[in-house]
Structures are given as C-alpha cells and as structure tokens.
C-alpha cells in the first residue's frame, strides 16, 4: 500500500527532525539541523535511506505520543504477543524548561520493550548521508557499527548483534514480555573524532531525561484551560518541536517537497525560517505557552536582517535558521518524490521575493509580547523602528502576497492589511519605540492604508473584500480582517465577506481553499487548513459558537492519529497533502481554539 503523509510521527531536538512512520520506519531525518541533507529520506525516494524497528511478521500498530512529550510510543500487536517502541531525538542529559534542545547531542534512541508474549523483531538500517546520494561504506564495532562516507558520519550503538552488508545494517532478535533491547544512532561530522559507543544504561539514561525535559517545558509553559485544551497544548508542543533553539528561529515545517496534490509540481521546502510563520508561531505560543523564547525570537530577526530593516530593499521574508539569506532552490532529479509526485525540490526561491506584509506580522508579535520582552534595548528598538517606517514608505508598492504567487507583483490586500498592522501596533507600542512626533506620523499613515483598504480592497461585485485591489476573486486572507482588528466582527462589510468564503470558497465539508483563481501554476491543491481555522476563528467573533465549534470538530477530525495536520487536506478523499506537521496549521488550530473559548465565555455570561 502507498504511503501516507499521514503514516508519519514527528520526532525533534528542537535543532533536527525525523518522520517515523506506522510501520516503525524512520523515513526521513535531518540532522544537526532542521534544513541540513537528510541522511534518510525513503520519504522523497525508495533508495534514499530509512531505519526500520518492527516485527518480522504481521502487525497492527498503535500510536501516542508520551503524556506531555513528542517522545513516540509505538505498540506493535503479533499473533504470538505485543512490543512496543520508544522513539525519541534526545536532549543532552539534564536539558530543561526553556533551555530543551540548545546543547542537543543528535542522537535518536529506540527503546524495544517487550509487552506481552514474545515478538521476533527486525531491523533495517539504510543510511544515505545527502538526500540519498551516498551510500557509505559500513563497518562492525563490537555489538555497533560505524560508517563513513558523505556529509554525516553514523555511529549505530545496540544491545543486539548486528549483521553488516556494504551499506546496509541489520539485525534480527526476540524479546519476550519484560525484556528490553536498545539502539541509537549518533550523527556526526566525518572530519569529528568518532564518539563512543553508547551502552544501553546511557541510551535509556538519555531517553529519561528527553522525556523529563519536555515535561519540564509543558509544565513552565502550557498554561491555557479553555476550549481544546490538549489540542491547544499539543499544537504548542509541536510549535516548540519546530524552533530551532541556539537562535530561536522557527521552521514552517521540517520536510522538503511533500506534495500539495499527490502527483503534482506544487512541491516546496519548507524547512526555514518564515518571518510570517515564525510571527505568528509566536502569537500562538502566547495562548498556548508562555514564551519565555520571546527575546530570542526578536533577536534572531535583529541579528539575520544585519540589524537593518530596509537597507534599500524590502525586509527578506525567510531566513536559514542561523540567520542564513541565500536559499537557493533546486531540483534533486534522482529522487521521484513521494508517490511519484516531483520534482524534489530543496530551498526556496521565495527568499527573493518582496512580501510587504512581514512589517506587519513582526510588530504584532513584538507588540503582543511587549511584557516578555521587556524595556527594549537600543538595537531592537532601532529594529522595531525601522519596520514602522518601512511599512509606511513602502506600503503602496506592489508585492507577491502571502501567498508567495509566482506571477508579477501586485497591491494584495493582506499585504496592505498588515502595512497597517505595522502601523497599529508602533503606535500602541508608543514612546517604548520612537517620540511622539514619529508617532502621530505612523498614526496618520496608518490611517491613509485605512482608506485605501476601505476604498479600493471591498469589491461591489464580489460582495466581500477581496484578493487584491480591483479585483473580483475571493481570497481566504481576507478573513484577517476581523481577525486583525482591522474592523469589528459586526461591520457589514466583515459578516459579507465571511459569509462569502463560507458559501464560495469552500468544499462540499466546509473546508476553505486559498483562492480558486488561476495562479500561474499548473496543476491544483488542496483545501488550505489554516484557511478553515481562520473561518472557524471568524464564526466565532461574529458570535455563532456552534457554527465555529462544528467546522473546528471536522477539521481537527483530520488530524493522523499522533494529532498532526499538514499543510492541506485532499477535496475528495480527506488525505493530508502538503509539507507535515505545519506550523500554519497548528497555530490556526491554536488562535481558532482561543476565540472559540473566549465567545463561548461571553456568551455564558450574556
């Protein structure tokens, strides 16, 4: 049967990632970090490396993550009994609280524990250092192996015997109920000294204090107690998974061209820093954490921008998560993609791009944050500074959008939308930013984005505002409107516009797609998850709790069995589509979750 995107797990250091799937294969690993060449990817290509740990025999698997962790637990059921494995990308011993995963050693450890009856076991490790274009020479070392060649050298440690042929790592055991068997991979540069072998004390020491430590951060961060509660604190978790920790910069997502439509090009990598996602991942750990990373996050941009916000051109929109600005993008022509579905593409030419509407997304988030932050020092005010003064100047320039169209530039409505929150929020920022004559200056040219948006964004014809100024095509980011604060959810213009996406710019379960314009790209896509959160998010505003409670319990409904949701949800079959976990989605999840929890609160006390 052909894979899933919804077969995978998650596993993070909070530097690198992982994608286990059902059938107990890791399929996709990139280490030391998030954007670095995959050492598996069987996820993009059947010959581009995986480690398999499951039973050398029929099975059916149950999945969880660890109360509180993104440690997985899998239960592998056999006729002759049940196994289950332990998987996690470990903290350095002792990581704790907001400090999880800035010292990570890169090392993923699995834990077989027998459960019941006895099980015979396998496993099948391929390591393929460079997205599958090496295949290193391997070698035994005691009950371990080491091998080398490529950009990562692997040392395996287990606790059972290992057979070694060319490339490819294997080994068969038994474990019977109450019995363990360990192993770890430790990834390495091959010009580093070698590390040692782990034993199993140290393997099952460093699994002890992965999984204290992200207990340690839910219990210091997840505070919310509304709505969704374990939604809410599970998608901070996953928020949490995908930051880079030594910067405090935030990946979209930690995979690179899983498809938007299975057989499609709409393939992108995904693994950098967005200053859009990365911002509103930040507002949405406000919900459902309390970040103490809010410095470290304002600080990243800071120093990634050089410090200079507008040197002659706009703010870069997505950054490596060291602050990197080159992002090349190119096609790897020897992978097929997932299900056939290519090209394979690695970085992103939207690093280029002009998108005007990140003044806006870094001014919310800092606004937001302003207690986390502080008193501001000179560097990040001049920062703050900047991004006012240069959403100001620059606002009546076209752009590409949110949503990063490919085609030519134009005055998109969110991009204008966010000018003004940029806007906003300098102004309620205040004298912590600039004096009070540089104030009233972003006051009123706040107000003169009002008026163009008033003017030129609202279509007669439509009924609703729309994608861009002049046009006539519904776009769900005009749901930001409300969302935004830019007017309140019982304006006229707000109720038409929702009700549009609602009734036009939706499939037959409710889910809201993008736009359904031609964008210059061929092929299609799927319903845009974190659309239909923002929907659910505006029902919500506009009073109608059950409305926003019916569309969130559809689209949560979606989510695999570990509670991902990707990027994009299938029209026809409900299969996630896109890059997995998504940040976007989660924080949907997150915001969508809060306003329902708060409008049900009003409500009651009405």
Not at 587 to 605: C, E, H, K, M, Y
Request: glycine residues 10%; contains cysteine.
């Amino acid at each position: 049967m052909d894979p899933r995107i919804a077969d995978y797990a998650l596993l993070s250091d909070c530097q690198g990632s992982a994608l286990v799937s059902r059938a107990g294969s890791v399929d996709w690993c990139c280490l030391p970090r998030f954007d670095a060449p995959s050492v598996f990817a069987r996820l993009l290509g059947r010959d581009a490396g995986h480690w398999v740990v499951a039973p050398d025999a029929e099975f059916t698997t149950e999945r969880s993550y660890l109360d509180q962790t993104m440690v997985l637990r899998t239960v592998f059921r056999t006729a002759t009994g049940a196994v289950a494995v332990t998987d996690a990308l470990c903290f350095a011993i002792g990581e704790r609280e907001h400090h999880i995963g800035r010292a990570a050693p890169h090392v993923l450890v699995r834990h077989v524990e027998g459960v019941t009856g006895h099980v015979a076991m396998a496993t099948s490790l391929a390591p393929r250092p460079g997205y599958g274009l090496t295949v290193p020479l391997a070698a035994a070392d005691g009950t371990g192996a080491r091998t080398r060649g490529g950009p990562r050298a692997c040392t395996v440690s287990s606790t059972v015997g290992l057979d070694i042929d060319a490339g490819h790592i294997t080994g068969r055991f038994i474990v019977e109920a109450g019995a363990t068997e360990l192993f770890a991979l430790q990834l390495t540069s091959p010009w580093a000294p070698a590390p040692h072998l782990l034993t199993g004390d140290d393997m099952k020491a460093l699994l002890a204090s992965t999984i204290e430590g992200w207990r340690s951060w839910s219990a210091l961060h997840q505070r919310y107690d509304g709505s969704y509660r374990d939604l809410v604190h599970h998608s901070g978790r996953v928020l949490q998974a995908l930051t880079y920790a030594p910067t405090g910069a935030v990946v979209a997502a930690p995979t690179a061209s899983l498809p938007e439509a299975i057989g499609g090009e709409r393939n992108w990598d995904y693994r950098y820093c967005w200053v859009r996602d990365a911002s509103l991942t930040l507002g949405a750990l406000w919900v459902a954490a309390c970040p103490d990373e809010a410095a470290d996050f304002v600080n990243f941009f800071v120093t990634a921008a050089g410090g200079v916000t507008d040197a002659g051109a706009a703010l870069q929109i997505l950054y490596g998560v060291e602050g990197e600005r080159y992002i090349p993008e190119h096609t790897l022509g020897h992978l097929e993609g997932f299900r056939n579905s290519a090209p394979v593409r690695v970085g992103n030419a939207a690093w280029s791009q002009r998108q005007l509407d990140v003044y806006g997304e870094l001014l919310d988030a800092a606004c937001l944050l302003a207690e986390q932050l502080g008193e501001l020092d000179d560097a990040m005010a001049s920062f703050l500074r900047g991004l006012a003064d240069a959403a100001a100047r620059r606002w009546q320039e076209p752009d590409q959008g949110i949503w990063e169209v490919r085609g030519g530039p134009r005055h998109f409505l969110y991009s204008k939308l966010l000018c003004w929150v940029a806007l906003d929020r300098a102004v309620r920022l205040g004298s912590a930013l600039a004096s009070q004559a540089a104030v009233s200056a972003w006051a009123a040219e706040r107000d003169r984005i009002r008026g163009a948006i008033l003017e030129h964004g609202w279509s007669d014809t439509a009924g609703a505002f729309t994608q861009s100024f002049g046009s006539d095509v519904l776009d769900a980011s005009a749901l930001m409107v409300p969302i935004l604060g830019f007017l309140p959810p019982g304006d006229e213009r707000v109720r038409a516009t929702v009700e549009a996406v609602a009734e036009r710019l939706t499939d037959g379960r409710g889910f809201v797609f993008r736009y359904l314009a031609d964008d210059g790209l061929p092929g299609g896509e799927g319903t845009f998850t974190i659309c239909t959160f923002w929907l659910a998010h505006c029902f919500a505003l506009l009073g109608d709790v059950d409305r926003a409670r019916s569309l969130f319990d559809r689209v949560v409904s979606h989510a695999n069995d570990v509670g991902l949701l990707s990027e994009e949800i299938d029209p026809v079959s409900g299969e996630l589509l896109g890059n997995f976990p998504q940040a976007f989605t989660h924080i949907g999840l997150v915001n969508a979750a809060w306003a329902i929890d708060q409008a049900a609160r009003a409500t009651s006390l009405t």
